[in-house]
């Protein structure tokens, strides 16, 4: 794996949707900040830190860890606290995200609940897999979900057409 991979995904998104992505130095940043977010990461049953720094559309960042609970499903991961955080204080369109983790021998991958929550702010916006070491690997919401459902399926005039062909 390795560099292929990264060279082909960014081969495929250019001249489309990553156009706009964020600078070197603004990624680095982010992925700084999602290193820090771990650290606050609250997980005693699976010791499996995860943090994330989420850049909004005005350059505000909000960070996120995991938060585990002794009833297990209640748990949240560290992507969706940060949108979550983001989104209670108003801030709905994002440029990026960065995920860190302890894993030394891969780049962090969220979850699929992650993947959808991201998917429901944009399928186009840049998602930064790292490793410790900072390293990582540019990917974007709609690499990560291809064939997504979104916010636009659920419009009325589509929910209404189909209720009708019954
Ligand atoms: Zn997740």
């Known amino acids: 794996m390795g560099d292929l991979q990264i060279e082909m995904l960014h081969g495929k998104d250019q001249g489309s949707q990553l156009l706009h992505h964020p600078d070197r130095v603004t990624v680095e940043g982010l992925i700084h900040q999602s290193l820090e977010a771990k650290e606050f990461a609250y997980c005693p049953y699976s010791n499996f830190r995860v943090g994330a720094a989420l850049l909004a559309h005005d350059d505000r960042v909000f960070t996120g860890c995991n938060v585990e609970n002794a ?22 369109s994002f440029k990026a995200i960065a995920i860190a983790s302890d894993l030394h021998d891969q780049f962090i991958s969220p979850c699929g609940g992650c993947r959808q929550f991201m998917r429901e702010f944009g399928a186009s916006w840049a998602v930064y897999l790292t490793k410790p070491d900072g ?9 990560l979900l291809p064939v997504s459902f979104g916010p636009e399926d659920m419009s009325m005039k589509k929910v209404v057409k189909i209720s009708n062909e019954y």
């Open 135 to 143: 390293s990582y690997k540019e990917m974007n919401v709609s690499e």
């Open 71 to 92: 009833c297990n499903n209640l748990g949240v991961c560290a992507e969706r606290n940060a949108i979550a955080k983001a989104v209670s204080e108003g801030c709905r």
